[in-house]
């Protein structure tokens, strides 16, 4: 069964960071592309970032362009995203999210997804 | 930039009942690179639609979606009581990739 648990979402103050990470289990976590997406609250999705199965290559969404890094530890099974210089409009449930097309690095299509960590961004 | 717009943004129906959700592009999707996802209170989203027309794994068969180029939609022929939840479409194929609509809200009658 395929398993996404993303962690390390919290209070944080403006300008400040934090890094999220997702443990993935029941696939073969290194053929695959992996993605974040966010929610703020009660609102929709948006596209934040993209690692290709080997790392070596990521995209990000311009709103995050600069600020954010992902990265993955193929060995541990684990992607992540270090997040800086944060801002109130961060503030968003993050998503971890496997890609249905293994190799696809910037389509997206997210086929299975962790149930996500809450990064509340406030003085 | 290509923006999807969902309609309606509220659909109140009874189980039993078909449910016809729009999403509309402001430029061509690229091959039909359209998704759709449902999202419950408190949950994840999940994968109903790719490629405008194909059903995900396990997604029953009363889901399906049609559409090309600017108009797409996704269609539940008859409403079970869990597919009540929030409904988004999703562009992969065009620039700046990965967009999705604002959602359409599926309710009970």
């Known amino acids: 069964e395929v398993q996404l648990v993303e962690s390390g979402g919290g209070l944080v103050q403006p300008g400040g960071s934090l890094r999220l990470s997702c443990a993935a289990s029941?696939?073969?976590?290194?053929?695959?592309?992996m993605h974040w997406v966010r929610q703020a609250p009660g609102k929709g999705l948006e596209y934040v970032s993209a690692?290709?199965?080997?790392?070596?290559?990521?995209y990000y969404a311009n709103s995050v362009k600069g600020r954010f890094t992902i990265s993955r530890d193929n060995s541990k099974n684990t992607l992540y995203l270090q997040m800086g210089s944060l801002r109130a409009e961060d503030m968003a449930v993050y998503y971890c999210?496997?890609?249905?097309?293994?190799?696809?690095?910037?389509?997206?299509?997210?086929?299975?997804w962790g149930q996500g960590t809450l990064v509340t961004v406030s003085s | 930039e290509i923006v999807l717009t969902q309609s309606p943004g509220t659909l109140s129906l009874s189980p039993g009942e078909r449910a016809t959700l729009s999403c509309r592009a402001s430029q061509s999707v690229s091959s039909s690179y359209l998704a759709w996802y449902q999202q419950k209170p408190g949950q994840a989203p999940r994968l109903l639609i790719y490629g405008a027309s194909s059903r995900a794994t396990g997604i029953p068969d009363r889901f399906s979606g049609s559409g090309s180029g600017t108009d797409f939609t996704l269609t539940i022929s008859r409403l079970e009581p869990e597919d009540f939840a929030v409904y988004y479409c999703?562009?992969?194929?065009?620039?700046?990739?990965?967009?999705f609509g604002q959602g359409t809200r599926l309710e009970i009658k």
């Open positions: 690692i290709s199965s080997n790392g070596g290559s990521t």
């Open positions: 999703q562009q992969y194929g065009s620039s700046p990739p990965n967009t």
């Open positions: 029941g696939f073969t976590f290194s053929s695959y592309a």
């Open positions: 999210a496997r890609g249905l097309f293994k190799q696809w690095l910037v389509p997206f299509v997210g086929d299975y």
